[in-house]
Nanobody
Framework: EVQLVESGGGLVQAGGSLRLSCAAS????????IGWFRQAPGKEREGVAC????????YYTDSVKGRFTISRDNAKNTVYLQMNSLKPEDTAVYYC????????????????WGQGTQVTVSS
């Protein structure tokens, strides 16, 4: 059974940090790119970050560039999203996603989705 399980969300003050984790199982994790998307109330789903299957390429949306870092540990079937200097506009449900090999900016191109973890940033 394919599973992507996010954890690490919570409530944090602006300027603070959180580290999200995505634990994967039931598929060939090490040949899948893993991305993070988020969705805030009333807003479109937004791609946040992605790491290719090998970890050799990473991508970030402009609004998080320099603040967020995505990484993966294939030995643990886990992807992380380190979020620093958090802003209230980062508040959203964050989803872990997977697709073959390489990243895509389109959420529709990802085959696997986790259940999401809530990140709330207070001002």
């Amino acid at each position: 059974e394919v599973q992507l399980v996010e954890s690490g969300g919570g409530l944090v003050q602006a300027g603070g940090s959180l580290r999200l984790s995505c634990a994967a199982s039931g598929f060939t994790f090490d040949v899948h790119a893993i991305g993070w998307f988020r969705q805030a109330p009333g807003k479109e789903r937004e791609g946040v970050a992605c790491v290719s299957y090998s970890g050799g390429s990473t991508y970030y949306t402009d609004s998080v560039k320099g603040r967020f870092t995505i990484s993966r540990d294939n030995a643990k079937n886990t992807v992380y999203l380190q979020m620093n200097s958090l802003k209230p506009e980062d508040t959203a449900v964050y989803y872990c996603t997977g697709r073959w090999y390489y990243c895509s900016a389109s959420g529709s191109q990802y085959n696997y989705w986790g259940q999401g973890t809530q990140v709330t940033v207070s001002s």
